[in-house]
């Protein structure tokens, strides 16, 4: 996927960018680094990066009971009945620190799209989560173009 991003050019790049961001697992941890190494605009990856993974936290927020649903089943069809090391320790942050501290760190934990069905499931409203998690995604989305622009910069990477 990379290199499919590196091959395009001017506006297809960041349309490509995009349509990575929409993809579970693909925070602003890893878009905004790679498309600021592609020597592309900071602000535009920045902004792309957020806005794909906040589209995702919508997604999820809309359809959560059909997606956890089939999660459910998924879980099921494979004999997995306890959770994953991912989802105990999301459970430990959410009952010891709630929907804010919760939201704020589960990026760089989950990724923001399992994240806000995590949330979900764990009974917070659809407009709590999506409000906390945009917080979220904008916080994380100025760290890491800020970080990934000037950490580029000093390991003499990107100039």
Not at 22 to 34: A, K, N, Q, T
Not at 36 to 54: E, H, R, W
Not at 60 to 70: G, V, Y
Not at 88 to 114: H, M, N
């Amino acid at each position: 996927m990379i290199e499919w991003v590196q091959s395009t050019d001017g506006m297809w790049q960041y349309f490509a960018l995009f349509i990575i961001s929409l993809l579970p697992f693909l925070d602003v941890f890893y878009i905004i680094p790679v498309g600021i190494l592609f020597d592309m605009s900071p602000v535009a990856v920045g902004t792309i990066a957020f806005l794909g993974n906040f589209l995702m936290v919508l997604v999820f927020a809309i359809f959560f009971r059909q997606i956890a649903e089939w999660r459910r089943k998924r879980k099921a069809k494979k004999g997995i009945t306890e959770p994953s090391k991912r989802e105990t320790r999301a459970k430990q942050i959410w009952e010891k620190y709630g929907l804010p501290v919760f939201a704020l760190l589960s990026p760089s934990i989950l990724g923001t799209d399992l994240a806000a069905l995590m949330a979900l499931i764990f009974g917070s409203s659809r407009k709590k989560v999506v409000t906390w998690l945009g917080v979220s995604l904008v916080i994380w989305s100025v760290v890491m173009t800020v970080g990934s622009v000037y950490g580029l910069q000093y390991i003499k990477w990107y100039e």
